[in-house]
């Protein structure tokens, strides 16, 4: 594969990552929070999705670029050297760098305002079950844009 198409399957698993896992996300919270309040209201819903995917998305799109040029574009380039490492360990790293990131920025707050939050266990669930889906959306875009037309040579992902 030209390094010219690299850079911009790159660039697709980046944005692709920061869009969907935040969509993912959303609807995620939208059906965790209509589960435990039990209000169906169809315009709420949509318009809640709709807010918290538009936050998310800002969110996930600077992580995805930190996690992408940091850690998926390095592992990628080790996984095209080698033929035998596959999906699985490159979902570990993944999720292990975006539950790092994560956990890095949430800590850091906690350090510099104290206890932070009342809900502290809570906000770490909210904050890691956030991280495994960018993880999850990361290692998967890249791996397909990426990883497997690099290893098939023909930089196609058919």
Same mark, same amino acid.
């Given at each position: 594969m030209k390094f010219a198409a690299s850079i911009g399957r790159a660039f697709a698993a980046i944005v692709l990552t920061g869009i969907v896992s935040s969509l993912i996300f959303a609807v995620g919270f939208t059906v965790v929070g209509l589960a435990q309040s039990g209000k169906r209201d169809l315009t709420g819903i949509v318009e809640f999705v709709s807010a918290i995917w538009f936050v998310g998305a800002i969110i996930a799109l600077a992580c995805a670029i930190i996690i992408g040029l940091g850690v998926e574009w390095p592992k990628s380039y080790w996984l095209?050297?080698?033929?035998?490492?596959?999906?699985?360990?490159?979902?570990?790293?993944?999720?292990? #760098?975006?539950? @790092?990131?994560?956990?890095?920025?949430?800590?850091?707050?906690?350090?510099?305002? =104290?206890? *932070? !939050?009342?809900?502290?266990?809570?906000?770490?669930?909210?904050?890691?079950?956030?991280?495994?889906?960018?993880? #999850?959306?990361? @290692?998967?875009?890249?791996?397909?844009?990426?990883?497997?037309?690099?290893?098939? =040579?023909? *930089? !196609?992902?058919?």
């Open positions: 095209l050297k080698r033929s035998s490492a596959g999906w699985w360990i490159s979902l570990i790293i993944s999720l292990l #760098a975006a539950e @790092a990131l994560l956990h890095s920025f949430f800590l850091a707050e906690i350090a510099a305002r =104290g206890m *932070g !939050s009342p809900d502290l266990a809570g906000s770490l669930v909210f904050s890691a079950s956030a991280a495994a889906v960018g993880g #999850a959306c990361s @290692a998967a875009f890249w791996w397909w844009l990426v990883v497997m037309p690099g290893r098939n =040579g023909r *930089g !196609s992902t058919a």
